[in-house]
């Protein structure tokens, strides 16, 4: 069976420190790219970061998280993190990670598989 499964997730002050997992199974991190999406309270889910496969180009669609957040691809361990550093209340959310075919992509309707989500609250 194919699953992501994201962990991590949690309670966290401004200007702290969280890393969320993505365990992948039932395929290659060589053959699908892995994005992380988060959709905050009442709003939309936007596309964060994505990795391509065989973790060959990295990817951030939040500008205000790109000197913050930073992805990164164990492929013995089929599994991907995100090291969130100096979270801001603006980041709280449920993370996705979802899978596409090789290419990264920052919409929605490209995945072809989704995680159930972990939160982060980002409290003081």
């Known amino acids: 069976d194919v699953q992501l499964v994201e962990s991590g997730g949690g309670v966290v002050q401004p200007g702290g420190s969280l890393r969320l997992a993505c365990g992948v199974h039932?395929?290659?991190?060589?053959?699908?790219?892995i994005a992380w999406f988060r959709q905050a309270p009442g709003q939309g889910r936007e596309a964060v970061a994505c990795?391509?496969?065989?973790?060959?180009?990295?990817?951030y669609y939040v500008a205000s998280v790109k000197d913050r957040f930073t992805f990164s691809s164990d492929s013995a361990k089929n599994t991907v993190y995100l090291q969130m550093n100096n979270v801001r209340p603006e980041d709280t959310a449920v993370y996705y990670c979802?899978?596409?075919?090789?290419?990264?992509?920052?919409?929605?309707?490209?995945?072809?598989?989704w995680g159930k989500g972990a939160l982060v609250n980002v409290s003081s």
């Open positions: 979802a899978a596409a075919y090789f290419l990264c992509n920052e919409y929605e309707n490209a995945m072809n598989y």
């Open positions: 039932g395929f290659s991190l060589d053959e699908h790219a």
């Open positions: 990795i391509s496969s065989s973790a060959t180009r990295t990817y």
